[in-house]
């Protein structure tokens, strides 16, 4: 469990925190994940976007728990995962942590549920491990160009300024609350899901040693979530596909999406942004909590 200095400031209630330890053997290679556990029934795995962690889900969690054993894990390096120094940050190395979480606690059956980058992984991970998923909603996947950089243009000014060669790991670290708070909210249709305290914890878990570079490193991992697309056609279990109407995603992203994966079904949520989990969580429970 995170220590004393390193505990989140946000409960969501219901919830247990629990780590899985590095596999032996990989030389430093991996580090410690975090999750968070609640309710019973069949195993659903919440994945979160870029830039947040496991309490991006707070809204949605208790919504769901009666249904489902919930696991909502901190993606490598993110939250309160433990940062590796030399770790990449690459969508293989980050669906390694999912699979991590799926493999040491031998999940079966098992609904992933991600949103933005955790969408990508949800997919990825699915095509990788058949034997234990039953079902992937994937939401607002996060694999087309320029990514957040649509948020607007205080958003392409940080992030190109952290992907800048020699100044960029000093803008990586320097991150002004008034600016955090713009550019989620950038992600948005209604600005006020976005809560104070949801941005002080980003803000925290922001100040970890080290966090900066595994910040500027996602960013940088953009490319590797759209070549990810190419395994999305190797998918098995059923696959829903859910994006915000007013997503950073354009329609020919979403049609090339739906194209890529024609079984799938697919939702648009009226109004919402990039952050469903935040402004609708009570569309993704409904939608979750009918097939459980």
């Given at each position: 469990?995170?220590?004393q200095?390193?505990?989140?400031?946000i409960?969501i209630?219901g919830?247990t925190?629990?780590t899985?330890?590095p596999?032996?053997?990989?030389?430093?290679?991996?580090?410690?994940?975090?999750?968070?556990?609640?309710?019973?029934?069949?195993?659903?795995?919440?994945l979160h976007t870029?830039?947040?962690?496991?309490?991006?889900?707070r809204?949605?969690?208790?919504?769901?728990?009666?249904?489902?054993?919930?696991?909502?894990?901190?993606l490598?390096?993110?939250?309160y995962?433990?940062?590796?120094?030399?770790?990449?940050?690459?969508?293989?190395?980050?669906?390694?942590?999912v699979e991590r979480l799926?493999?040491e606690l031998d999940?079966?059956?098992?609904?992933?549920?991600g949103?933005?980058?955790?969408a990508?992984?949800?997919l990825?991970?699915?095509?990788?491990?058949?034997?234990?998923?039953?079902?992937?909603?994937a939401?607002?996947?996060y694999?087309?160009r320029?990514g957040i950089a649509?948020?607007?243009?205080l958003?392409?000014v940080?992030?190109?300024?952290a992907l800048a060669?020699?100044?960029?790991?000093v803008?990586?670290?320097?991150?002004?609350k008034?600016?955090?708070?713009r550019?989620?909210?950038?992600?948005?249709?209604d600005?006020?899901?976005?809560r104070?305290?949801?941005v002080d914890?980003?803000?925290?878990?922001g100040?970890?040693?080290?966090?900066?570079?595994v910040a500027?490193?996602?960013?940088?991992?953009l490319?590797?979530?759209?070549?990810?697309?190419?395994?999305?056609?190797?998918?098995?279990?059923?696959?829903h596909l859910?994006?915000?109407?007013?997503d950073w995603?354009?329609?020919?992203?979403?049609?090339a999406?739906?194209?890529?994966l024609?079984?799938a079904?697919f939702?648009?949520?009226p109004?919402?942004?990039?952050f469903i989990?935040?402004?609708?969580?009570d569309?993704l429970?409904d939608l979750?909590n009918a097939?459980?």
């Amino acid at each position: 469990m995170p220590s004393q200095e390193s505990r989140p400031t946000i409960h969501i209630p219901g919830t247990t925190s629990h780590t899985i330890a590095p596999r032996a053997g990989l030389d430093g290679r991996e580090g410690t994940l975090r999750y968070l556990k609640a309710g019973t029934g069949a195993p659903l795995v919440l994945l979160h976007t870029v830039r947040t962690q496991a309490e991006h889900f707070r809204l949605l969690i208790p919504l769901i728990a009666q249904r489902y054993t919930v696991y909502a894990l901190d993606l490598p390096g993110m939250g309160y995962s433990e940062i590796v120094p030399g770790a990449s940050y690459d969508e293989p190395a980050m669906r390694a942590g999912v699979e991590r979480l799926l493999t040491e606690l031998d999940l079966h059956d098992v609904t992933l549920v991600g949103e933005s980058m955790g969408a990508v992984l949800a997919l990825t991970a699915a095509a990788e491990l058949p034997e234990r998923v039953r079902r992937v909603v994937a939401v607002n996947a996060y694999d087309f160009r320029d990514g957040i950089a649509r948020s607007g243009l205080l958003a392409r000014v940080v992030v190109g300024g952290a992907l800048a060669p020699v100044v960029g790991p000093v803008i990586a670290g320097v991150e002004p609350k008034s600016a955090l708070r713009r550019i989620l909210q950038g992600g948005l249709g209604d600005k006020s899901a976005l809560r104070e305290d949801y941005v002080d914890e980003l803000l925290r878990v922001g100040s970890r040693p080290g966090y900066p570079t595994v910040a500027r490193a996602v960013y940088q991992a953009l490319p590797s979530l759209i070549a990810a697309r190419a395994h999305y056609p190797e998918i098995e279990a059923p696959i829903h596909l859910v994006y915000g109407e007013k997503d950073w995603s354009r329609p020919s992203d979403r049609e090339a999406n739906k194209q890529l994966l024609p079984a799938a079904d697919f939702t648009q949520v009226p109004k919402a942004g990039h952050f469903i989990a935040l402004e609708r969580p009570d569309v993704l429970a409904d939608l979750l909590n009918a097939v459980a």
